[in-house]
Nanobody, 121 residues
Framework: QVQLVESGGGLVQAGGSLTLSCVAS????????MGWYRQAPGKQRELVAT???????NYAESVKGRFTISRDNAKNTVYLQMNSLKPEDTAVYYCHGVVRTTYRSYEDDYWGQGTQVTVSS
């Protein structure tokens, strides 16, 4: 089994910053893409940012220039540095990983339990 555990959420004023972390643990052969998604109340879950094993990144238009995704492959960890936060960034943020548990296995999708980010105006 693979577990993804997020940390770093909280309450921050508009214009402030937060850094989210997500550590993957368990039976892991290789982690391919990792990313962050978010879901606000009454809305669908949406992509925030993704990063490949080699470091290629992709961002939602709404966070470009404000958020930075990074990863430490040796630690099976992905980060999301969030600057210039806005009230509309308020959501539960979920970590996602595409993981192979053995060299023979196919890739599978894993999700963290989510961490709340609240931005006050």
């Amino acid at each position: 089994q693979v577990q993804l555990v997020e940390s770093g959420g909280g309450l921050v004023q508009a214009g402030g910053s937060l850094t989210l972390s997500c550590v993957a643990s368990g039976i892991i052969f290789k982690i391919n893409a990792m990313g962050w998604y978010r879901q606000a109340p009454g809305k669908q879950r949406e992509l925030v940012a993704t990063i490949s094993t080699g470091g290629t990144t992709n961002y939602a238009e709404s966070v470009k220039g404000r958020f930075t995704i990074s990863r430490d492959n040796a630690k099976n960890t992905v980060y999301l540095q969030m600057n210039s936060l806005k009230p509309e960034d308020t959501a539960v943020y979920y970590c996602h990983g595409v993981v192979r548990t053995t060299y023979r296995s196919y890739e599978d999708d894993y999700w963290g339990q989510g961490t709340q980010v609240t931005v006050s105006s």
